[in-house]
């Protein structure tokens, strides 16, 4: 008999939720997580006394507790957790700024489209006809793949409006360059322009620990510091997993959030990595300021997407790092968020792996240093001068995000190629997560969830 019924490899927010679900339905369940903590792409880590929180800035899916479809209040039924204690802070309003041009959003739609008004008056009709299209479109239906640019400048006939709206879906969730699959696009719009940004209450830590306490209370197990080395095959079927350490745990099914590029590597898929090697990775820089500068630089914005050249270049930069565009977050600037004793900025620019890779372990300090500088510069243009009040700063880079949570070349966002269904060739081997096609929190979350349903649960 199998030691455990499932057996997780990451803990990340979709190996988690995968994990409570199961385990709330008796399987029983372990999760293997390679870190000391969980959450993989949105975790956090302490430098002297200072939380910094990584992936994503915010959660997207803003919904109040009686909107009983939206997929926020989805995802807390399948979890079993009490949406009355969840609270949520939303955004004071996010900015895109354009190559001169500006567009404001916050959690209400109108804003958005009332500021296309103003902007783009003679793309405003047009606007509202493709919001009616995206309320239409079922993006979970079966379907092959569709330019969100082309669908863009047939109804939009506007590529300055249809750049600016791609920019905030593209870095929120996009493992293409260049273009994105007209579903995905779908999903991310309602998800940011019409649902919105927030961030639950308190930091990613205490929402962590309040999935993990859940996970634990059905009886799930949780190890950490144990990478696994290989997905045991025989007979045409998973058996387990071998550890890094020589242990082998036996299991009557395996669920990987890993990444497409990873679980081929452990189970020894006939497939190729590069092949299902996301592109885009990224480079942010976290820093510590002095509450006082707060008023100045925030300029009631929570989040700011910059962009100064005159067309969307949403790719792999040639460099190690791109500073013509990114996003700058301000984390205390969400409604009711209490101010902390310092104040944050992070910076976020596309970076480019394989450039960072090949650096020389003597220059990667040097560089990381260099770069971290040019970041902050860029930022300064946009929001006002700010280096020399740091009190604290740090940065990682995509060598950092490939190795705390192997994702192959540091990909944010996997594979371009997702498999949807979840399936592998071997019938009790399943993906989950970014690779899947789910994105967000949110999105990696209800990702974990579905794959349990639907090929667990029956």
């Not at 709330?24 to 302490?46: M, V």
């Not at 200072?50 to 800035?57: A, F, K, V």
């Amino acid at each position: 008999m199998a030691e455990y019924q499932l057996i997780i490899i990451g803990g990340g927010l979709s190996g988690i939720a995968a994990g409570i679900r199961a385990a709330r339905f008796g399987r029983k369940t372990l999760i293997l997580e390679q870190h000391t903590l969980p959450g993989g792409l949105n975790s956090y880590y302490t430098r002297q006394g200072h939380l910094l929180e990584t992936g994503l800035h915010a959660m997207t899916n803003c919904a109040g507790p009686g909107d009983k479809h939206a997929p926020l209040n989805r995802l807390f039924r399948q979890l079993h957790l009490s949406r009355k204690q969840f609270q949520l802070q939303e955004q004071i309003g996010s900015e895109i700024r354009f190559c001169g041009q500006s567009l404001v959003f916050t959690n209400d739609p109108a804003v958005l489209e009332d500021d296309i008004a103003r902007a783009f008056p003679a793309s405003i009709d047009r606007f509202r006809r493709l919001k009616q299209l995206i309320a239409l479109y079922d993006p979970f239906a079966p379907s092959p793949w569709r330019s969100t640019r082309q669908f863009l400048a047939d109804h939009l006939r506007d590529s300055r409006l249809a750049d600016m709206l791609l920019l905030p879906l593209m870095v929120y969730g996009n493992a293409e360059e260049h273009d994105m699959d007209l579903a995905q696009f779908v999903i991310m719009f309602r998800a940011v322009f019409e649902e919105g940004f927030f961030r639950p209450s308190g930091t990613m830590r205490e929402f962590l620990a309040q999935l993990v306490r859940q996970y634990l209370e059905y009886g799930g197990e949780l190890r950490y510091r144990a990478p696994a080395a290989e997905i045991v095959v025989r007979g045409g079927r998973v058996q387990g997993v071998r550890l890094e350490s020589g242990e082998t745990l036996s299991a009557e099914a395996v669920l990987s959030t890993a990444g497409i590029p990873e679980t081929i590597r452990l189970s020894g898929w006939d497939a190729d990595v590069e092949r299902y090697s996301g592109r885009m990775s990224f480079m942010e820089t976290i820093s510590f300021l002095p509450q006082t500068l707060a008023t100045g630089l925030s300029r009631d914005r929570t989040i700011i997407f910059y962009h100064h050249q005159p067309t969307l270049s949403y790719r792999r930069p040639d460099s190690l790092l791109d500073t013509s565009w990114g996003v700058i977050c301000f984390p205390e600037n969400f409604a009711g968020q209490p101010p902390a004793e310092l104040m944050q900025i992070r910076v976020t620019n596309p970076a480019s792996h394989p450039r960072w890779k090949a650096l020389a372990p003597a220059a990667y300090g040097p560089m990381k240093q260099q770069w971290t500088g040019a970041s902050v510069l860029a930022s300064e243009e946009i929001i006002g001068n700010y280096h020399q009040s740091i009190v604290y700063q740090d940065s990682f880079t995509p060598l950092t995000i490939e190795r705390f949570t192997r994702k192959a070349q540091g990909a944010v966002y996997g594979s371009a190629i997702k498999i949807r269904d979840g399936l592998t060739p071997w019938p009790n081997l399943f993906i989950a997560g970014t690779d899947q096609g789910y994105l967000g929190i949110v999105g990696a979350m209800l990702s974990g969830i579905t794959v349990v349903n639907r090929h667990l649960l029956q």
